[in-house]
């Protein structure tokens, strides 16, 4: 099995040199972009394999690349941007990536910039992650004494500059439009669209950007081509994804594998099931904003389009198990306490909503819920819904409330009905 | 006013920044660095530097997790509150804390050695609980780890 993203990490964890990059054919998938294809071949070849963004949405990346404006009376500089701010909670795939493979990352951020015509590069690194910045600030500067980065491109015509920006840690800068506004050092509040970043993005010029783990995948694409991407994968996504599973699980980690393992492949064989004494209820599978499937999807596949017709999202692909010791309203709590903290406060349903979701559900938890919470909650997560807010934000929040309203409405009556959360008195 | 280091610490972060208000975030916390917090002067001080009027640099100041608009203690205990941290033992780990240092969420303790702060998900599931004090990342906590741990700043 090939796992191109992470076959040649160390196995100290240190973070790969640019000389054992180059030794693992790195830097050749620029060299063959620059010298032997234009730009709209680098994003033909992209569109053809099928990369999809692994930020969360699923959107296509070469799509993304083609929707930029081409000619020659074109508003410069245009911008090419890593989105490094992973914050998405149980996430932790692009710090694998970012800290031990960074130079994949670059590589893959200069081909983007090659095929969008882009001059600068941003990494929007989140201040949590002090490991990744280090490590990537040393990339740059090897790519820079390489000639990778700077003036006339091993030799091409084509320059480009990256330049590092360390977030100060909210959540909604992950939300391209809203990290475009964290740039310009504004704050950092979604911005409408239309008009996308594509076509009007950084200081109003064009601009991608992209998740982390998406750019890493580009540098493989462009070497070996998109044929040789999809053949990865016996999934309809191509290639392959970091997955992960945390929580109550006897070996929780990540793995790089072909695209659409089932949730059981992840949790039984990689993970190898849940720890003594613990029982699954429930999976959450790729970060907070995801609805919750239950055991009855054991045997969906992990990728974009099996994840929907489930009932839930793909979303980064990195899940998290509800064990029966742990309260579901409890969780729900948590995640919803993430939400109503980190929402940016600019648009009423998503600032006003979600403070209330959480007194509803604080009540229920301390046994002062009432039968008419749970319709309130339903309404709310039809409230907060897609198409209410400015952005998704709050669409993100009601889909693991709506879910466990229905996985785990038994739970939530019992705690109504015995005025009591019986997690506490059962569990210490 | 700044002092000449501080002055040079966000005249660096504006200079290598494509226009001075991009700086904005960067400039803070190069002068954080050096203060540990940012007060209500130190936003009218920086504001020139980034070519913002002090109300719209507060406005980018206090929308940040990580800009300190009070002041904090020598340390500042970054500890992990979301989902997967949650189903491994949070409350229980923060509850140690709690009655160890004796503060809440948000509070210092009465020598200044410790701030405690909730912070979201740091990528560290796959060894949950967790929490970062300073620059230094700690996970799989327990108490007795915990104990441990915090003796090691002074």
């Not at chain 1, 982390?212 to 694409?221: G, K, M, Q, Y």
Request: net charge negative.
């Amino acid at each position: 099995m090939e796992r191109p993203l992470t076959e040649h990490l160390r196995v100290d964890g240190r973070p790969l040199g640019i000389e054992e990059y180059e030794k693992a054919g790195g830097y050749e998938g620029l060299r063959k972009a620059l010298l032997q294809m234009t730009p709209t071949e680098v994003q033909e070849e992209v569109k053809a394999s099928n990369l999809r963004g692994r930020g969360g949405a699923g959107f296509p990346t070469g799509l993304k690349w083609s929707a930029c404006p081409v000619g020659s009376d074109l508003r410069r500089p245009r911008y090419a941007i890593s989105n490094s701010d992973e914050m998405e909670p149980g996430t932790f795939k692009d710090r694998l990536l970012m800290q031990a493979n960074p130079h994949q990352l670059l590589e893959g951020l200069i081909i983007c910039g090659y095929a969008i015509d882009a001059e600068i590069g941003y990494l929007f690194l989140r201040w949590a992650y002090m490991g990744s910045a280090k490590s990537l600030t040393t990339a740059v500067r090897e790519a820079y004494e390489k000639g990778y980065l700077g003036r006339n491109i091993l030799g091409s015509k084509f320059t480009m500059d990256i330049k590092m920006h360390t977030s100060a840690g909210r959540y909604i800068c992950g939300e391209e439009t809203a990290l475009l506004n964290a740039l310009e050092g504004i704050r950092a509040i979604p911005r409408s669209r239309p008009p996308f970043p594509a076509q009007c993005g950084l200081w109003g010029r064009p601009t991608v950007v992209n998740n982390a783990e998406t750019l890493s995948n580009v540098p493989h694409i462009i070497r070996n081509g998109a044929a040789w991407y999809k053949s990865l994968s016996p999934s309809s996504d191509a290639g392959t994804k970091i997955y992960g599973v945390s929580g109550r699980v006897k070996k929780p980690g990540l793995w790089e594998l072909p695209m659409g393992p089932t949730i059981r492949e992840l949790l039984e064989a990689y993970a190898e099931g849940m720890q003594d004494g613990y029982r699954l209820r429930g999976i959450i599978p790729g970060g907070a904003s995801t609805d919750f499937l239950t055991e009855a999807h054991l045997d969906v596949k992990m990728d974009f389009d099996s994840m929907q017709k489930a009932g839930s999202r793909l979303g980064t692909g990195t899940m998290i198990i509800l064990d029966d010791k742990t309260c579901p309203v409890g969780l729900v709590l948590n995640l919803e306490r993430f939400f109503a903290r980190e929402s940016c406060g600019w648009c009423t349903p998503c600032r006003e909503g979600l403070p209330w979701i959480v007194k509803i559900l604080e009540a229920i938890e301390r046994g002062e819920g009432e039968p008419e919470d749970l319709d309130v909650l339903a309404w709310q997560s039809q409230a907060l819904g897609p198409g209410k807010t400015y952005c998704v934000h709050a669409p993100g929040a009601v889909e693991p409330l709506q879910s466990a309203l229905k996985d785990f409405r038994e739970d939530f009556e019992q705690h109504i009905r015995e005025k009591k959360c019986p997690w506490k008195t059962k569990h210490g | 006013m700044l002092t000449d280091e501080e002055r040079q610490a966000v005249e660096k972060e504006v200079e290598d920044c494509e226009c001075p208000q991009s700086a904005s975030v960067e400039a803070l916390q190069a002068l954080q660095r050096i203060r540990g917090w940012i007060s209500d002067e130190a936003i009218r001080d920086v504001a020139p530097f980034v070519g913002m009027s002090p109300e719209e640099l507060d406005g980018v100041a206090t929308f940040y997790s990580f800009v300190f608009r009070k002041p904090v203690g020598r340390h500042l205990i970054f500890l992990c509150d979301s989902l997967t941290c949650y189903i491994m033992g949070h409350e229980n780990i923060l509850e140690h804390i709690n009655k160890r240092l004796g503060i809440g969420m948000g509070e210092t303790t009465s020598d200044k050695r410790f701030t405690l702060l909730p912070v979201s998900c740091m990528g560290l599931c796959d060894h949950a609980p967790a929490m970062m004090i300073d620059e230094d990342l700690y996970s799989d906590l327990d108490s007795v780890k915990i104990d441990e741990i915090l003796e090691k700043y002074p």
